[in-house]
C-alpha cells in the first residue's frame, strides 16, 4: 500500500474511535441516527460510483469482477440499513414477524452482501492466477 493508503485508513479509523469517545463523554444513547445511515450510504455509493466509472475503461474481466463487487457492496448497504435502524430502536418486532426472524433476515442479508464482496476478491485472485 502506498503511504496515502494507509493515511486514509487510519484516518478513518481513528475517526471511528473519536466519535466513540465522543458520544462516550457527551452522554450519547444508542438512537436510529439518520446521518450513520447516510455516512454509510454515501460511502458505498461513492465506490459504486469508481467502479462504474473504472469498468468501462479496465473491460473484460476486470469489469465483470468490479461489477461483482459492486454488487456485494450494494446488498450489503440495502440490508444494512434497515439492520441498524432495527438494532437500534430495541428490535421490535413488525408487520407481524418476531424479532428471531427480523435477527435471522438482517444477520443473513448483512452476511451474503460480504459473501458477495468476498467472492469478488476471490475473482480477482483467480484473474491474477
Keep these: 500500500?502506498?503511504?496515502?493508503?494507509?493515511?486514509?485508513?487510519?484516518?478513518?479509523?481513528?475517526?471511528?474511535?473519536?466519535?466513540?469517545?465522543?458520544?462516550q463523554f457527551m452522554g450519547l444513547e444508542p438512537a436510529a441516527?439518520?446521518?450513520?445511515?447516510f455516512l454509510?450510504?454515501?460511502?458505498?455509493?461513492?465506490?459504486?460510483?469508481?467502479?462504474?466509472e473504472a469498468r468501462d475503461e479496465l473491460g473484460g474481466e476486470t469489469a465483470r469482477n468490479?461489477?461483482?463487487l459492486g454488487?456485494?457492496?450494494?446488498?450489503?448497504?440495502?440490508?444494512?440499513?434497515?439492520?441498524?435502524?432495527?438494532?437500534?430502536v430495541g428490535s421490535p418486532e413488525w408487520l407481524g414477524m418476531t424479532t428471531g426472524f427480523w435477527s435471522m433476515l438482517f444477520g443473513l442479508a448483512n452476511f451474503v452482501g460480504?459473501?458477495?464482496v468476498t467472492y469478488a476478491f476471490y475473482t480477482f485472485w483467480e484473474m491474477a492466477q
Design 114 to 116: 460480504l459473501a458477495i
Design 1 to 23: 500500500m502506498r503511504h496515502s493508503d494507509k493515511l486514509v485508513v487510519a484516518g478513518v479509523l481513528a475517526f471511528s474511535v473519536l466519535a466513540g469517545l465522543w458520544a
Design 71 to 88: 454488487i456485494g457492496l450494494l446488498v450489503f448497504v440495502l440490508a444494512y440499513w434497515p439492520s441498524y435502524t432495527w438494532s437500534t
Design 66 to 68: 468490479l461489477e461483482i
Design 40 to 52: 454509510t450510504f454515501a460511502a458505498v455509493a461513492g465506490g459504486l460510483v469508481f467502479i462504474y
Design 33 to 37: 441516527d439518520a446521518f450513520i445511515d
